[in-house]
């Protein structure tokens, strides 16, 4: 069975703290990876794509390690907007026409004043 | 506005009426799932479909049928709903690909009594 395991959660961060997020994942074929965010009772937004060079989009920076199947997700300078649940996200293409998601089950981040 | 539309956004049935909750995508996407959301055990996949005509079960396909007759939309059936289905379901599109994003719709909460 896939999984994708992440840190329980959850995160209760001051203002302006830096924050990392951690993820595994079981299947070592799986070829892409995601960060979601997820307000509560909405519907999953994406937040970054997860590329094998790591890549930074302004606070938010994301790191993927194949060699040890772990995806990381880092928060500099947290704002209060940044309260919610982040979802780590693979697609595995392993089996001849598979194109599967799998979610981790997500990690709840609450920044505080 | 590019957007995917699920409707109802709120139902409360009883056990055994059939229910369809329909899912539209304006993108053109390929690719269309279903995923049910349960508090502890994050999104899991139902169903999702490659192309027309084209359907995989996901990691809970019990109690549920979809079909994809038309690029555009991709139903969700509960033949006979019962109790333990009571959940939120957000359907999804996206590209074919490496580092394709999920679409989400807004989400139907489901009560079966």
């Known amino acids: 069975r896939k999984e994708v395991e992440q840190d329980p959660g959850p995160f209760n961060v001051p203002e302006g703290a830096t924050v990392a997020f951690n993820c595994t994942y079981s299947?070592?074929?799986?070829?892409?990876f995601f960060w979601y965010r997820q307000d509560c009772r909405k519907e999953p937004k994406l937040l970054m794509s997860v590329y094998s060079s790591g890549n930074e989009d302004g606070r938010f920076t994301a790191q993927l390690n194949r060699a040890s199947q772990y995806i990381s997700l880092l928060i500099r300078d947290s704002k209060l907007s940044d309260s919610a649940t982040y979802l780590c996200v693979v697609n595995d293409r392993s089996g001849a026409g598979s194109y599967q998601l799998t979610f981790g089950k997500g990690t709840k981040l609450s920044v505080i004043p | 506005e590019a957007q995917v539309t699920q409707n109802p956004r709120y139902l409360i049935t009883v056990t055994g009426k059939k229910l369809t909750v329909t899912c539209s995508q304006n993108m053109n996407h390929e690719y269309m799932s279903w995923y049910r959301q349960d508090p502890g055990l994050g999104l899991r996949q139902i169903y999702y479909s490659m192309n027309v005509e084209v359907t995989d079960k996901g990691d809970v396909p019990e109690g549920y049928k979809v079909s994809r007759k038309e690029k555009r939309n991709f139903p969700l059936i509960l033949e006979s709903p019962s109790p333990n289905q009571t959940s939120l379901y957000f359907c999804a599109s996206s590209r074919l690909g490496d580092n394709q994003p999920q679409h989400f719709g807004d989400g139907t909460r489901l009560s079966i009594l």
């Open positions: 299947n070592s074929a799986s070829q892409s």
